[in-house]
């Protein structure tokens, strides 16, 4: 489907915001629910990426870096392992399969995933307009109707013309959202780590003698090692804000906070359930860091000490409190935890892998949000089956994937779960349109009055 400015007549059931993983996983999800269903009427679907092509944080796919998943935590396996779109089905079809057996790694690099989920979205390209940026939702009443039950979604193209498709349902996925410390603000020598690749190839390497990364969390360690390996005349820092990089706990017991059955653990247990989750498990995924990357740094520093030459730093207990500019150059304010001393030091190239917000469908519903509830913390309220729970009388849905870490859990941003959750947004799709079917067919039946 192409985008012009003229409106697209079409009623979708769903359309999809985003085509990351999230979104090509309840792709597939209804394909083979129309395929395992044909009596019913299959469940028209387009989706939007507002990228030119297909691509999974591209700007984090450094050499040697590794899933934090099993292969078998695809798209599909969990939810149907005999479905066309495993991760077996692509090395099958790349001709891999043996070797991947051989290697006898549970773990892909993260480029192999990246080839993985090419392939898929190579399989779903009908299903998806790329160069596609959705601007706004909104909803309006179907002819004759006095409830809101159709969505008009408003998609800008490549070439900036604006046109709007109506669907009753959406699926926002859109995924994770870079965060900087406050007041600091992006250039082309300040950088988040999700630009990373892309800025560092616009620079020569010799103007990077001097370069920081800030944070304690996968991607800070992954930049380190990178920049060291790939700028060997730099001074390589790391600002941890810890007393070293802790360990991603990845033990077999603790990984069952990303089982499916967690889902329902999380969502109908107590606040008090759910505050142990986070308790005793964020170190799962929050600031922490793979033991073989944490390994591969103390190696090199370790090696440097021997050799007696050193230019690989780590500054611990130590936090970034802003970032001045002095010309072309850049001077970053950096405070010890210590002693609460204040230094600035002159870099020729800054990173803050300091994290990502989860989704915020907020961004997208603008005024429309006012017609979703809140908790008492003022987070939307979701239903059980990823749909935001409405407060007014609205008959179409907005299901969210990703934002629903405090009410669905740990899994809510990560592909642990993806492939069950799209399944269940898919069910819950398909349930609902039949139900709506049943009420126009046999609308309630007025109460006989009392005699
Ligand atoms: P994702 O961010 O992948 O996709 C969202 C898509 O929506 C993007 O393609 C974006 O361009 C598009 N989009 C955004 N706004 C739009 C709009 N308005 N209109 C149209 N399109 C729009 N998790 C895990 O379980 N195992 C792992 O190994 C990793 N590894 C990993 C590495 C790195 C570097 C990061 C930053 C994160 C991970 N993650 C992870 C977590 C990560 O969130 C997860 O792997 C998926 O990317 C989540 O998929 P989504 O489709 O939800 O978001
Ligand atoms: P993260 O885990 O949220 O880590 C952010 C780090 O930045 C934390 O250590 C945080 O410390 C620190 N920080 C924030 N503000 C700071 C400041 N002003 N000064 C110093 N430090 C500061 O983020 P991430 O590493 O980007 O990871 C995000 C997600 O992506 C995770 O799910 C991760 O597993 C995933 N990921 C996966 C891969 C892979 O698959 N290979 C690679 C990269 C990322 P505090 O906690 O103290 O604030």
Redesign the pocket.
């Known amino acids: 489907m192409g985008i012009s400015g003229r409106r697209d007549q079409e009623i979708y059931d769903l359309i999809g915001i985003g085509f990351g993983p999230s979104n090509m996983s309840l792709a597939i999800a209804l394909e083979e629910h129309g395929a395992s269903a044909p009596q019913q009427q299959p469940v028209t679907s387009h989706f939007f990426e507002r990228q030119p092509t297909f691509g999974w944080?591209r700007n984090?796919l450094?050499p040697s870096?590794?899933?934090?998943?099993s292969f078998l935590k695809d798209l599909v396996t969990f939810r149907n392992p005999m479905s066309r779109f495993s991760f077996v089905s692509y090395l099958h079809a790349a001709n891999r399969l043996v070797q991947f057996v051989n290697n006898q790694d549970f773990v892909p690099t993260?480029q192999e995933f990246h080839q993985y989920l090419e392939w898929v979205a190579a399989g779903l390209r009908d299903r998806v307009t790329y160069g596609a940026e959705v601007t706004a939702i909104r909803a309006v009443a179907e002819p004759g109707s006095r409830t809101a039950d159709l969505l008009e979604i408003e998609v800008r193209g490549g070439d900036g013309a604006t046109s709007v498709v109506t669907a009753r349902n959406v699926a926002i996925s859109t995924g994770?959202v870079p965060?900087l410390?406050e007041g600091?603000t992006g250039d082309d020598r300040v950088w988040h780590?999700?630009e990373f690749l892309s800025r560092f190839n616009a620079q020569a390497p010799d103007d990077l003698k001097s370069v920081m990364v800030?944070?304690?969390?996968?991607?800070?360690?992954?930049i380190t090692r990178f920049f060291y390996d790939s700028l060997p005349h730099a001074e390589v820092s790391a600002?941890?804000?810890?007393y070293g990089y802790s360990v991603?706990d990845d033990t077999p017991f603790v990984n069952q906070v990303f089982d499916p059955g967690a889902v329902d653990e999380y969502y109908f247990g107590t606040e008090r359930g759910r505050d142990a989750f986070w308790r005793y498990h964020r170190n799962t995924?929050?600031?922490?860091?793979?033991s073989d990357?944490i390994r591969a740094l103390y190696q090199r520093s370790y090696d440097e000490q021997v050799r007696g030459s050193r230019r690989l730093h780590f500054r611990n207990l130590?936090?970034?409190?802003g970032v001045k500019r002095a010309g072309s150059g850049t001077q970053v304010v950096l405070r010890s935890l210590l002693d609460d001393r204040t230094e600035e030091l002159a870099v020729d190239a800054l990173v803050?892998?300091?994290?990502?917000d989860g989704l915020d469908p907020a961004r997208l519903l603008g005024d429309f949000d006012q017609h979703f509830e809140r908790d008492a913390t003022g987070r939307h309220r979701v239903e059980r089956d990823y749909r935001l729970v409405t407060a007014s009388d609205l008959t179409c849905g907005v299901y969210v994937q990703g934002g629903t870490e405090h009410t669905h859990g740990l899994s809510s941003?990560?592909l642990s779960n993806m492939a069950v959750r799209s399944g269940e947004i898919a069910d819950s799709i398909v349930l609902r349109r039949t139900e709506r079917e049943m009420d126009r067919t046999y609308p309630v039946a007025e109460a006989p009055s009392a005699a």
């Open positions: 944080h984090m450094l870096t590794t899933m934090q998943i993260r994770l965060r410390p600091v780590s999700s800030v944070g304690a969390g996968q991607s800070a360690a992954e600002v941890v804000p810890s991603a995924n929050y600031s922490v860091v793979d990357v130590t936090r970034v409190t803050f892998a300091t994290g990502y941003s990560l």
